[in-house]
């Protein structure tokens, strides 16, 4: 069996970017950003998710279809995630619920 063979240099230069991934991570839980934490730390995971694929797992080593077979996995996780927001964010939820006393006396009211 006769495959690409990654020098041992990139290897530990993916291993490094990990580690600084990982610490700048936690380095962003800690800072207060308001509404861009989540993106900030999605942003940094898709980074990683990427080295790790790339690199760890010979994607970019690999041949065409392999790579069209990750990229349709990707697709169709972002199809799921999209349809259950859009289920989530189309509900109406009400602010807030009844307390049994109130819920006793709308449903049951003497006549």
Same mark, same amino acid.
């Given at each position: 069996? %006769?495959?690409? &063979?990654?020098? &041992?240099?990139?290897?530990?230069?993916?291993? +490094? /970017?990990?580690?600084? +991934?990982?610490?700048?991570?936690?380095? =962003? /839980?800690?800072?207060?950003?308001?509404?861009?934490?989540?993106?900030?730390?999605? /942003?940094?995971?898709? &980074? $990683?998710?990427?080295?790790?694929?790339?690199?760890?797992? @010979?994607?970019?080593?690999?041949? $065409?279809?392999? $790579?069209?077979? &990750?990229?349709?996995?990707?697709?169709?996780? *972002?199809?799921?995630?999209?349809?259950?927001?859009?289920?989530? +964010?189309? !509900?109406?939820? %009400?602010? !807030? /619920?009844?307390?049994? *006393?109130?819920?006793? *006396? =709308?449903? @049951? %009211?003497? !006549?």
């Amino acid at each position: 069996m %006769s495959g690409h &063979v990654v020098p &041992v240099k990139t290897y530990v230069f993916v291993f +490094l /970017a990990l580690m600084v +991934l990982t610490g700048l991570t936690t380095g =962003v /839980a800690f800072i207060d950003l308001h509404a861009w934490n989540t993106p900030a730390a999605l /942003a940094i995971a898709v &980074v $990683k998710m990427l080295l790790v694929v790339l690199f760890f797992m @010979h994607v970019k080593y690999s041949p $065409k279809l392999t $790579k069209m077979v &990750v990229v349709a996995g990707f697709f169709f996780l *972002s199809l799921l995630v999209a349809f259950t927001l859009a289920d989530e +964010l189309t !509900r109406n939820w %009400s602010p !807030r /619920a009844l307390d049994w *006393s109130t819920a006793a *006396s =709308v449903t @049951h %009211s003497p !006549r």
